[in-house]
């Protein structure tokens, strides 16, 4: 009886207690969507943001190296192609060099002794033959060399100074050459070479420092100029052989130096070399504008090719430099006027005549 009533008095207690809500625990806590974002006005256009990525048509393939096949350590400046010969200036002749064979270049012929010594060459067309025309310091010579076995003078003029810069306009048969007088200043003359092989000199101006360079572009020529005022010079030419006063569109100052060593007009482009390679857009070539310029070292001359830049120069510590390099953007458009150079190509090979005679064969990456 007593076992009885304690179970009673224990069903009845449990009973009166309230019940408890049942508590699910989740398993895994999910985070709430993330709203999807949407412009406040959906006619507006995307907006792009910029990249490393290159500029349109700009080469991407690493640039190309090169490697020395072949020297001769004579006294040769200035260099101008004929198919497989090279013909440059060796003192105070021009030299004929065959160069079919990069490894083993081997000299044809040399003319005879000329005026003065010989660093700028053109190789200008005509008929029945093309023929060469070379200064021999301040003077002017034509040198017939449809014998190569013996090249023949054909005209020589005398200038005001030695020349120092030569550029052929062969669409009008102009040839401008600059050149340095007493004092390091300077002259350009306009020049007409004629179909019977003489050579007129239209007209001449004064410059005050010497020009380095030379670069035509249409209805321009553009100067760059050595000494302690420096910088690029623009000569108007309103009709083709009339030259107008130089006006100097870039300042060489104390803090940002500038003696252009060579000029190249490609297109609206105007190349320029000194202590770097920089690229102006010459839409108005009275105020060139910066378009790019890459880091380097003194760079004495250059070509392009394509969209490659192979450029030869020397470090602060006159270290020599020999590179290829990709031009920061497309290069559009087609090289103005012949320019006396001391470098050339060769079945992708560079060739530079400057101080000496070297061959670089390009190794493609």
């Given at each position: 009886m007593k ?13 009166c207690v ?5 508590q ?7 985070n ?6 949407t412009?406040?006005n ?16 700009a080469?991407?393939?690493p ?5 020395q096949?072949?020297q001769l ?7 101008v192609l004929?198919?497989d010969?090279?013909y440059?200036g060796l ?5 004929a ?6 490894e ?10 000329l ?10 067309p005509?008929?029945p ?5 070379v ?5 002017l010579?034509?040198l017939d060399?449809s ?25 009008s048969?102009i040839?401008?050459?600059g050149?340095r ?5 300077g002259?350009?003359?306009?020049i007409?070479?004629?179909?019977q092989?003489?050579?007129n000199?239209i007209?001449?101006?004064e ?5 380095l360079?030379?670069?035509l572009?249409e ?13 690029l ?14 006006n100097l569109?870039?300042e060489?100052?104390?803090?940002n130096?500038l003696?252009?060593f060579?000029l190249?007009v ?6 320029l070399?000194?202590?770097?390679i920089?690229?102006?857009?010459i839409s108005?070539?009275?105020q ?5 310029r890459?880091a380097?070292h ?5 070509r392009v090719?394509g969209?490659?830049i192979?450029?030869?120069g020397?470090?602060i510590?006159s ?13 559009q458009?087609?090289?103005?006027g012949l ?5 050339a190509m060769h079945?992708y090979?560079f ?9 670089f064969e390009?190794?493609?990456?």
């Amino acid at each position: 009886m007593k076992k009885l009533l304690i179970f009673l008095i224990t069903v009845w207690l449990v009973a009166c207690v309230p019940a408890q809500p049942t508590q699910t625990v989740p398993l895994e806590k999910t985070n709430p969507p993330i709203p999807k974002l949407t412009h406040p006005n959906p006619t507006d256009t995307a907006i792009t943001i910029p990249t490393s990525a290159p500029l349109p048509g700009a080469s991407v393939h690493p640039p190309a190296a090169l490697r020395q096949v072949s020297q001769l350590k004579e006294n040769i400046n200035g260099i101008v192609l004929s198919g497989d010969v090279a013909y440059v200036g060796l003192d105070q002749t021009v030299a004929a060099i065959d160069i079919s064979q990069h490894e083993n270049p081997w000299a044809i012929s040399q003319s005879e002794s000329l005026p003065g010594d010989v660093a700028l060459l053109l190789l200008i067309p005509g008929e029945p033959d093309p023929f060469l025309l070379v200064n021999a310091d301040r003077y002017l010579v034509i040198l017939d060399i449809s014998n190569q076995n013996m090249f023949t003078p054909i005209q020589q003029v005398e200038l005001t100074g030695s020349l120092t810069a030569m550029i052929f306009d062969p669409q009008s048969n102009i040839l401008y050459a600059g050149g340095r007088v007493e004092k390091n200043t300077g002259f350009i003359s306009a020049i007409e070479i004629t179909s019977q092989r003489q050579m007129n000199i239209i007209e001449s101006i004064e410059m005050p420092e010497f020009p380095l360079s030379l670069g035509l572009a249409e209805g321009s020529l553009f100067a760059g100029a050595e000494g302690y005022q420096g910088g690029l010079c623009h000569i108007q030419l309103p009709a083709p052989g009339e030259l107008t006063q130089a006006n100097l569109v870039i300042e060489s100052t104390p803090v940002n130096p500038l003696q252009p060593f060579s000029l190249q007009v490609i297109g609206e482009r105007l190349y320029l070399s000194y202590k770097a390679i920089e690229a102006y857009d010459i839409s108005d070539p009275d105020q060139p504008q910066q378009v790019w310029r890459t880091a380097g070292h003194v760079v004495r001359e250059f070509r392009v090719v394509g969209d490659q830049i192979y450029w030869f120069g020397w470090t602060i510590k006159s270290e020599n430099m020999y590179e290829v390099i990709n031009a920061p953007e497309s290069i559009q458009g087609f090289p103005e006027g012949l320019i006396a150079s001391c470098t050339a190509m060769h079945d992708y090979a560079f060739l530079i005549a400057y101080e000496g005679f070297e061959i670089f064969e390009t190794i493609e990456p």
